[in-house]
């Protein structure tokens, strides 16, 4: 069957049969080129945005790490300051029992 169509056919169908499937074979060829590269710019530009969002949370870490810090800090004044009220409650206490005896 093949060979009967090819006896059919004169030269210049062949050419142009011939450049149809030069065609289609690049077309094809660039096309699956172009996903492949596509898939390749697409995995480099999520590695990037992984590692800037990784970046982020380290600030972001050392930023907590800052503010638990200033908690502490805070929370040892607020002891310090509950124990101040303790001992002036306990000397206005004292000096209430002094005036009144």
């Given amino acids: ?14 050419g142009v ?9 690049k077309t094809v060829w660039e096309f699956v ?3 492949l590269l596509k898939t390749q710019t697409s995995t480099e530009e999520n590695t ?22 200033s908690i502490k800090d805070f929370t040892e004044v607020e002891r310090a300051v509950w124990k101040m009220q303790k001992d ?3 000397a206005f206490e004292k000096i209430r029992d002094i005036r009144s005896d």
């Fill in 1 to 14: 069957m093949i060979e009967a169509i090819a006896q059919k056919l004169d030269p210049t169908q062949v």
């Fill in 17 to 25: 049969l011939i450049a149809a499937f030069i065609y289609v074979t």
């Fill in 33 to 35: 080129s172009h996903s």
């Fill in 48 to 69: 990037m945005a992984v590692r800037e969002l990784l970046i982020k949370i380290d600030n972001l870490n050392i930023r907590l790490a800052s503010i638990d810090d």
């Fill in 88 to 90: 002036i409650d306990f």
